[in-house]
């Protein structure tokens, strides 16, 4: 990885890849050249372009690679778990046996559009463009748009009064809240919430505890994903790649051909997604009728003090309805009947939780 010495201009913010073939005149040089990744000398080397909030040493510092236990620069392990992947993926084209491997796609550019920081010390969002294709013209590429954003994690929490028994009166403790990019300012769904550093932190768990009063150790929680992918059929293709034990609500979309150009740029609107993965977990747990009546208390109570999360209780059987507008609620759901008709789902615990009751007294 070597640097331009016109690295950080902001004039870099204007490049595109609209236009076929080599870089035009009036465009700026790349900010920096990937030569090596993860210790491995690439195949080609690859111009990379820069944003004016991302210097040439904040790239370096986000992919380059961690020491054991080592957390990721700026909390953002999102671009350098994309390229990873994306070279594993493209490395495994040189097998004879590869599909691709006699007209093979390379990775000839990356382009960062945007960088998003929380703060200082932490990236939140990143817009790339990169080009990949297999052939000598524009007609042969993937499309390469991709809103990087790293790892979240979806909690389906089901709960059930502790003199229930089988099925009777399960219910799945909701979230209600603001969704600008659809629209809603009462968007109904399973707890989730983003990755810290790539590891799980409670970050889902958090908003149930706050609200619902039930403090969820992740000893306590399935793996949904992981068990349901433990003995999904893998073919030569899929088997070389790396990808995440997860569930990935927006990998990408077919590319069209426009009827006015047949080679849609790499900025097309038809192309790009975003990386997100989201592993679904679930928990049961059982509660005093006392607690349940609480719950249900709380979230009218929230509802009316106007609180920007409110909480709802909703029976499970009706789960598919009330949550059919969230991916991560019905992927959540289809793979907990689905595992629990195979016998891999085990019976709710008889402990029931702590009452928030005797635990606010207890405070006193």
């Given at each position: 990885?070597?640097?331009?010495?016109?690295?950080?201009?902001?004039?870099?913010?204007?490049?595109?890849?609209?236009?076929?073939?080599?870089?035009?005149?009036?465009?700026?040089?790349?900010?920096?050249?990937?030569?090596?990744?993860?210790?491995?000398?690439?195949?080609?080397?690859?111009p990379?372009?820069?944003?004016?909030?991302?210097?040439?040493?904040?790239?370096?510092?986000?992919?380059?690679?961690?020491?054991?236990?080592?957390?990721?620069?700026?909390?953002?392990?999102?671009?350098?778990?994309?390229?990873?992947?994306?070279?594993?993926?493209?490395?495994?084209?040189?097998?004879?046996?590869?599909?691709?491997?006699?007209?093979?796609?390379?990775?000839?550019?990356?382009?960062?559009?945007?960088?998003?920081?929380?703060?200082?010390?932490?990236?939140?969002?990143?817009?790339?463009?990169?080009?990949?294709?297999?052939?000598?013209?524009?007609?042969?590429?993937?499309?390469?748009?991709?809103?990087?954003?790293?790892?979240?994690?979806?909690?389906?929490?089901?709960?059930?009064?502790?003199?229930?028994?089988?099925?009777?009166?399960?219910?799945?403790?909701?979230?209600?809240?603001?969704?600008?990019?659809?629209?809603?300012?009462?968007?109904?769904?399973?707890?989730?919430?983003?990755?810290?550093?790539?590891?799980?932190?409670?970050?889902?768990?958090?908003?149930?505890?706050?609200?619902?009063?039930?403090?969820?150790q992740?000893?306590?929680?399935l793996?949904?994903?992981e068990?349901?992918?433990?003995?999904?059929?893998?073919?030569?293709?899929?088997?070389?790649?790396?990808?995440?034990?997860?569930?990935?609500p927006?990998?990408?979309?077919?590319?069209?051909?426009?009827?006015?150009?047949?080679?849609?740029p790499?900025?097309?609107?038809?192309?790009?997604?975003?990386?997100?993965?989201?592993?679904?977990?679930?928990?049961?747990?059982?509660?005093?009728?006392?607690?349940?009546?609480?719950l249900?208390?709380?979230?009218?109570?929230?509802?009316?003090e106007?609180?920007?999360?409110?909480?709802?209780?909703?029976?499970?059987?009706?789960?598919?309805?009330?949550?059919?507008?969230?991916?991560k609620?019905?992927?959540?759901?289809?793979?907990?009947?689905?595992?629990?008709?195979?016998?891999?789902?085990?019976?709710?615990?008889?402990?029931?939780?702590?009452?928030?009751?005797?635990?606010?007294?207890?405070?006193?």
């Amino acid at each position: 990885m070597h640097s331009n010495k016109r690295a950080n201009s902001m004039e870099n913010t204007h490049i595109g890849f609209e236009k076929p073939g080599p870089a035009s005149s009036n465009e700026p040089p790349p900010a920096l050249y990937l030569d090596t990744f993860d210790g491995q000398k690439l195949e080609h080397s690859v111009p990379v372009y820069l944003p004016w909030n991302l210097s040439v040493q904040e790239f370096q510092a986000i992919t380059r690679p961690l020491q054991h236990g080592e957390k990721a620069p700026f909390k953002f392990p999102a671009l350098r778990n994309w390229l990873l992947k994306l070279f594993k993926t493209l490395n495994a084209q040189q097998d004879e046996a590869h599909v691709h491997h006699k007209c093979r796609y390379h990775f000839l550019a990356l382009k960062v559009e945007a960088a998003e920081w929380f703060s200082k010390d932490r990236l939140g969002f990143m817009k790339i463009q990169s080009r990949i294709r297999n052939g000598p013209d524009d007609d042969n590429w993937i499309p390469g748009a991709v809103f990087l954003r790293g790892g979240s994690v979806a909690i389906l929490p089901i709960v059930q009064p502790a003199d229930a028994s089988g099925e009777e009166e399960k219910q799945v403790i909701m979230t209600v809240q603001p969704r600008i990019a659809a629209g809603s300012l009462a968007f109904p769904e399973i707890p989730a919430g983003m990755l810290d550093d790539g590891e799980f932190k409670g970050t889902a768990a958090k908003e149930l505890k706050e609200e619902a009063h039930l403090d969820i150790q992740e000893s306590e929680l399935l793996d949904l994903s992981e068990l349901a992918l433990a003995d999904a059929p893998v073919d030569h293709l899929s088997e070389p790649e790396s990808l995440e034990m997860a569930m990935y609500p927006s990998p990408g979309k077919r590319r069209r051909k426009s009827s006015v150009n047949p080679i849609l740029p790499l900025t097309s609107h038809f192309t790009g997604a975003c990386d997100e993965f989201i592993k679904l977990y679930l928990y049961q747990k059982r509660l005093t009728r006392r607690h349940i009546e609480w719950l249900q208390g709380r979230a009218a109570g929230l509802e009316h003090e106007g609180e920007t999360i409110k909480l709802k209780l909703v029976p499970l059987k009706s789960l598919w309805r009330e949550g059919a507008r969230d991916g991560k609620t019905l992927s959540a759901l289809a793979l907990y009947e689905n595992l629990k008709r195979e016998g891999k789902i085990p019976e709710i615990p008889d402990e029931p939780a702590e009452e928030p009751i005797k635990r606010e007294r207890a405070a006193y």
